[in-house]
């Protein structure tokens, strides 16, 4: 028999102590900082995790776009989508070095079609052919390998049942075979290794008002899908927010058959389906909210909660390796006005250095702080993210 000496006990228990400390700790983040809305779409490159569209608190659609940096804790300005492209209900997505937004709903009642590329290096959108059905919104979506499925959703003529997969090493679209049911809206989609899987959402019976009560599998190798819901079963509910980190799937909340929202967050183990309850939300419980993993935390964004559409943001960490940053330092602030970086700062910070960092933590500018305000020229500086650091705290800006 194998034992510790006690010393190593102690810090073992110590450092799981202090683990379960700040893993069962939700803790609020800096607000969205644009207006209040629900049903958005995120896309995540690294630890920069751009959250956009949606329906405002005014009921329209919006367009804007903005970006968490999940090292620093900050949120910055990124770019809209191009003019009279507003939706909610959109599919975001990243592959490789790109963001993706597909689909959605205008709020006037027009499902779109339209294909959108955000690339990171220049921070531009860029239009793709459209998708070749009919427009759709609410759509799930999986990637496995080099290619895009993207499943059900609604439109006009009611829940979809079918699934398209986009290549993207040629760009093209195939059009698979159908789901075996009938059709699925505001559920959930993710892959591990070559299977993919959907679950939860709305059916088109009974006047799209029937549940999917099943998880189903996809086989690539012969484009079937079989129910596995005895091997992972993810309840009857609907808006429910996902986000993966490699094999681990994080499910939270949703609204279940009797029409209650629910707070409840769930890490599940894709490789033997294992599921582990953690902390329930401990804020108003919301749907329609943004989700992302950053750092080893689980963190959400936006959403509604009764009738009201929010701009918070939380985290938790999932994980004894979460990265718990220093908590924002609030005695000195930066923005950013054509070409121009405005700094406000107290007097403790005089006589010290603020550097300009790319996202690769590259210094770009050294600047001698001399003045509570100060104002410092970026031209040279291409359009994107960077970092204003002074002793080694950063803070994001967008130029």
């Known amino acids: 028999m194998r034992f510790w000496p006690s010393h190593c006990f102690s810090l073992f228990l110590s450092f799981h102590c202090f683990f379960s400390a700040i893993s069962q700790t939700w803790q609020a983040l800096p607000d969205f900082p644009g207006i209040a809305r629900d049903d958005a779409a995120v896309f995540s490159m690294g630890h920069l995790h751009f959250c956009g569209t949606g329906r405002g608190s005014d009921f329209a659609c919006t367009k804007d776009f903005y970006c968490f940096n999940s090292l620093t804790n900050t949120w910055a300005t990124a770019p809209a989508l191009p003019e009279w492209q507003e939706r909610q209900y959109a599919t975001g997505f990243s592959y490789q070095d790109n963001g993706y937004i597909l689909g959605g709903e205008n709020c006037l009642g027009a499902y779109l079609k339209n294909f959108w590329r955000f690339d990171l290096q220049t921070f531009t959108w860029h239009a793709l052919p459209d998708f070749p059905g009919t427009g759709r919104a609410g759509a799930q979506h999986f990637i496995i390998g080099t290619n895009l499925f993207w499943v059900g959703g609604r439109n006009e003529s009611g829940i979809l049942n079918e699934v398209w997969c986009f290549h993207f090493d040629t760009q093209q679209w195939e059009q698979l075979n159908n789901l075996p049911f009938e059709g699925i809206w505001r559920g959930i989609g993710f892959a591990n290794n070559t299977s993919g899987f959907v679950a939860c959402g709305r059916t088109n019976v009974q006047n799209q008002t029937g549940w999917n009560t099943e998880t ?68 108003s419980p919301r749907k329609g909210v943004v989700t992302f993993i950053g750092n080893d935390f689980f963190h959400l964004s936006t959403g509604i909660s009764g009738v009201d559409r929010l701009q918070e943001t939380w985290k938790i960490a999932f994980s004894p390796e979460a990265n718990n940053p220093q908590i924002l330092d609030e005695a000195w602030q930066v923005s950013c006005q054509e070409h121009q970086l405005l700094i406000e700062l107290s007097a403790q910070y005089i006589g010290q250095k603020l550097l300009i960092k790319d996202l690769q933590g590259r210094t770009l500018k050294s600047i001698e702080l001399t003045h509570t305000s100060q104002t410092i020229q970026l031209e040279g500086l291409d359009s994107g993210i960077y970092l204003a650091e002074i002793n080694q705290l950063a803070k994001s800006f967008f130029h």
């Open 216 to 283: 189903w599998q996809y086989n690539t190798g012969n484009d079937q899908w079989t129910a596995i819901t005895s091997q992972l079963n993810l309840g009857t509910r609907m808006y429910v927010g996902t986000a993966q980190n490699d094999s681990l799937l994080f499910v939270f909340g949703g609204v279940n058959a009797n029409d209650e929202v629910l707070n409840g967050l769930e890490k599940i183990n894709l490789n033997n389906f294992q599921v582990e309850t953690q902390m329930s939300f401990s804020a």
